[in-house]
């Protein structure tokens, strides 16, 4: 009898089960999504209002510290996010690809926000 060569499970199936080498990388998503929320969890005691928009809208200035506060709770709010997506993505490969388009689709029919406007 011949020996069988091991299947290559790049591609995936139809029922969308997740290939091995994309469940390899979940755990390291995961630790991006971790890693993250700490950050977030611990920045958020040191603020005092929800934004830095409404910070500097109840003190009328924000000094370089207090705002560095503000920008890294918005970055690791936005490196959360984004480890879960990735997640996502590496779990459900298909239906990750069609948010990303739908996504995209819709971004460029909206122009996007000043970046005043989110802050």
Known sequence: MAKKEPVNQEALIPDEATPD??????PKAQQIMK????????????????TKKDYVAKWKDIDAIT??????????QK????????????????????????????RSLNPPEAEDDRN
């Not at 890693?35 to 929800?50: D, E, F, G, I």
């Not at 705002?67 to 690791?76: G, M, N, P, Q, R």
């Not at 490196?79 to 819709?106: C, I, Q, W």
């Open 35 to 50: 890693a993250s929320a700490a950050y977030l969890a611990q920045v958020r005691k040191y603020m005092t209002q929800s």
């Open 21 to 26: 080498m994309l469940v390899e990388l979940i």
């Open 67 to 76: 705002e560095t506060i503000y920008d890294t709770a918005d970055l690791a």
């Open 79 to 106: 490196t959360l996010e984004t480890g879960l997506a990735v997640e996502t993505m590496l779990a459900k490969p298909l239906k990750s690809r069609e948010l990303v388009m739908l996504s995209d689709l819709r």
